[in-house]
Every structure is written in C-alpha cells, then in structure tokens.
C-alpha cells in the first residue's frame, strides 16, 4: 500500500467536494476550496493512499495561532490514522513558520471529531453560543499548544 502526503492543489479538488458533501452539513464549495489551495496563509493537504484521496485538512496560519477550518476522511476509511497522520504533518509545517497554537471549532454534537481532537492532544477552551449559522448549535472551541505536544510526543 502506497500511502503519501500532498500539498492540495486544484487537481485534488473534485476528490475532496466528494468527501466533503458527505462529511458536512454545509460543505464548502470548488470556488473555496480553488481560492483556499492559492492563498499564502492557507496550509491544505491530501493524503492519498494507493491512487484514491483517502482525507484532507484546510487550515489558515497567521502569526502564532493556526485555525484548522476543514478536516475529514473518507467514510470507508475512517479509523486507520489517516487524519491523525495529516494532523501531525500540518503541525510540524507550521511549527516551523513560529505557530504556537492551533485552534479548532466542533459543533457540539459531533462526538467523533472531538473525540479525535482530544486524542490528538486538543484540550477544551470555552463554548461559541449558537455558532453555526445553519442549525444555531453551539461550537466547542478546542486548542492544542505545540510546544507541549511536542515536547510529550519526543519523551514518548
Ligand atoms: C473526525 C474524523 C476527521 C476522524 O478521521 P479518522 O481518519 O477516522 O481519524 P483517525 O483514524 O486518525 O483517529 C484517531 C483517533 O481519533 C479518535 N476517533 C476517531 N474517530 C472516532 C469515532 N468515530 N469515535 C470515537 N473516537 C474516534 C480515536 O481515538 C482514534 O484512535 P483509535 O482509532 O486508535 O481509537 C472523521 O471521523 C471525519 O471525517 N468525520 C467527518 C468530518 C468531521 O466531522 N470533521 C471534523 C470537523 S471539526
């Protein structure tokens, strides 16, 4: 099995609206993600296991904090580290560029993406009131500090 990390580019695109439009309630569009694969502060990757676009993660970077705005996997492969291992390559790509913090925010009801975070090393920080526009719930605001997560994974 063949199983490789890709800067997103436009080729990429339709792949990921696929996996999108099943993942979310409100999925983004091709016109966001072409603008999001030409911006200097966006970081997206693929991961593409064999020739098929298996997860991908959106994500805008300015100076010390990273906002992971997109991640999912493919349903049928879900639960084989494949946003695990997307996950840690965005953080060491921006640990580089002085990112301290990445933040992300959860609809309240999706158990599995924070369950995901948490294992990640995210840590809770506080609750948007009514953040999302298309059903009012609430989002969690999660946020993993770098310096810590590295510093754990190295004594591991
Ligand atoms: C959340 C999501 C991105 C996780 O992707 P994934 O590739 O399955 O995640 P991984 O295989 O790297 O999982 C890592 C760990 O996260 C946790 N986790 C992931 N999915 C889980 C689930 N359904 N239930 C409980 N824990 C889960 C587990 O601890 C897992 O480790 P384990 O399999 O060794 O127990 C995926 O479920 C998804 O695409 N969901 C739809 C889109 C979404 O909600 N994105 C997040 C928006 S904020």
Redesign the pocket.
Known sequence: MRVCIEKMEAKHIDAVLE?EKA??PSPWTKAIYTQEVGQEYSNCFVIIVDDDLA?YISSWSVLDECT?N????R?D?????????LLNHLINKVCGNSVKYIF????ES????R??YK??GFAKKGIRKSYYSDTKEDAILMSLDIENFLSVSNNR
Do not use: H
Not at 70 to 73: D, E, L, M, S
Not at 77 to 85: D, F, P, Q, V, W
Not at 110 to 113: G, K, Q
């Open positions: 996996i993942s979310f997860a992971i997109k991640i999912a996997c349903s492969l879900r639960r084989r580290g494949y946003s695990t291992m992300i925010e959860v609809r999706n158990d599995r993406a369950a995901f294992k990640s």
